[in-house]
């Protein structure tokens, strides 16, 4: 095989890595209670800011996404607290998981996947309950390709009468879809690395607002790698409470670097205008999108349910396998029902003619009936128009 190493991994992370992240990754390591590390902790901590729009501290864990989601309920939820969680998909359903097993009452509001929560939804929920203590809500589900509406739903939580602390998840949006935390008045802001940043899986973020720290410091629940209590202590001397993953600093600055050259507003626009190349070309193509509404269509990721008598994955494997380009499946329950298209961070419209063209191909080569060149044309028209 030609250029084995050459792949175009177009799933919703972790994501390609541009090669000057990869170079900063490579430096030599440094202590990470030296003075060269207190000032690159000081440096992305405050950078790391601007991305989340927030004046709070926001922590960064050597952990998996999923650390930190866990880190959000180990320190807001004692065992028997009643909490609500927003499930529009697999990752609001693994907030569901992890309250429980710190011993929450949990209530849910769940939508059909593929659409987003109605955030009038949520005023009813606290309307019968105020003694919910924390809202957990997902921000873009990656598993269906939503964008939840995470102002209307802070201003529900925040309007009610209880005003529960609103914890959420923008795993797969931070860095690629604008997130006002502290406009919108989000309290617990969970990321991770490895999807916008356009950095390796292995670092989480967690901002915490100011009001959270009362019910942190009261928690009654078990932890201590994700004690917040003591990356607080820790972050003012630009340091972590333990050894963190000092090479995805490294990488984090340079991320950060990007970010900042590219401009915040270019960085959504480049993510909406691939959202609406991939869109008009799957529409062009005749398959069905699995989020229909445009308004609720995530910016970095776009679900394809397979329609009847297209084997979805017989399809990702032929794309993978013959032109080393990488899909997503879907997960739990959509496995096999739908795939799904990455299109955040290191990657740009331009990009996405070569996965549209390949997609082509495929289905092509599956027997699937189309207008070859529809797809491109489509994608092309948008990108033109900008
Ligand atoms: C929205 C969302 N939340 C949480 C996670 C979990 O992150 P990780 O796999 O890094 O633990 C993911 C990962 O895909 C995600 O997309």
């Known amino acids: 095989m030609i250029f084995a190493e050459k792949r175009q991994l177009r799933i919703p992370g972790p994501t390609p890595i541009p090669p000057q ?3 900063a990754g490579a430096q030599p390591m440094m202590g990470h209670r030296s003075g060269d590390f207190v000032e690159l902790c000081k440096r992305v901590a405050a950078k790391v800011k601007t991305v989340f729009q927030t004046e709070n501290d926001v922590f960064i864990l050597t952990s998996s ?3 930190a989601l866990e880190a959000a309920v180990a320190n807001t939820v004692s065992p028997g607290d009643q909490v609500l969680v927003l499930v529009s998909g697999v990752f609001g359903e693994r907030f569901v998981k992890i309250a429980n097993a710190y011993g929450a009452q949990v209530e849910t509001i769940r939508c059909q996947f593929g659409h987003a929560i109605d955030p009038q939804t949520v005023t009813d929920a606290l309307v019968k309950k105020p003694e919910i203590k ?7 589900e990656t598993s269906t390709g939503v964008v939840n509406d995470l102002e209307k739903i802070a201003e529900a939580v925040h309007s009610s009468l209880g005003d529960p602390l609103l914890v959420v998840d923008t795993v797969s949006s931070m860095g690629g879809i ?5 406009k919108w008045g989000i309290d617990l802001v969970v990321s991770g690395s490895q999807k916008a940043f356009m950095l390796p899986p292995g670092l989480a973020f967690i901002g915490v607002s100011d009001r ?3 019910i942190i410091e009261a928690n009654q629940s078990p932890r201590f790698y994700f004690d917040l209590r003591a990356y607080r202590k820790s972050l003012p001397k630009g340091q972590t409470p333990f050894t963190p993953a000092v090479s995805l600093f490294y990488q984090l600055e340079e991320a950060l670097a990007m970010m900042e050259a590219e401009g915040f507003a270019n960085i959504y626009q480049r993510h909406l205008l691939m959202r609406d190349m991939v869109r008009a070309a799957v529409r ?6 699995f989020v229909a509404e445009d308004n609720n269509a995530s910016a970095t990721v776009t679900s394809i349910l397979g329609p009847q008598g297209l084997d979805v994955e017989a399809l990702r494997k032929l794309l993978n396998q013959k032109y080393k380009l990488v899909l997503a499946g ?5 496995k096999g029902k739908i795939f799904r298209i990455g299109h955040m961070g290191f ?4 990009d996405m003619l070569t996965v549209l063209a390949t997609l082509e191909l495929g289905l092509v080569e599956l027997g699937w009936k189309l207008e070859g060149g529809a797809a491109v044309r489509a994608a092309e028209e948008v990108l033109v128009r900008g």
């Not at 924390?134 to 873009?140: D, E, P, S």
């Not at 604008?178 to 502290?182: A, Q, S, W």
């Open 21 to 23: 992240i990869l170079r």
């Open 65 to 67: 996404g999923t650390g």
């Open 134 to 140: 924390v809202v957990f809500a997902t921000h873009c």
């Open 178 to 182: 604008e997130f006002k935390t502290d």
């Open 212 to 214: 959270s720290w009362d």
């Open 284 to 289: 062009a193509l005749g398959l069905p999108l």
């Open 330 to 334: 879907g997960q739990a329950d959509l």
């Open 347 to 350: 990657a740009e419209p331009i």
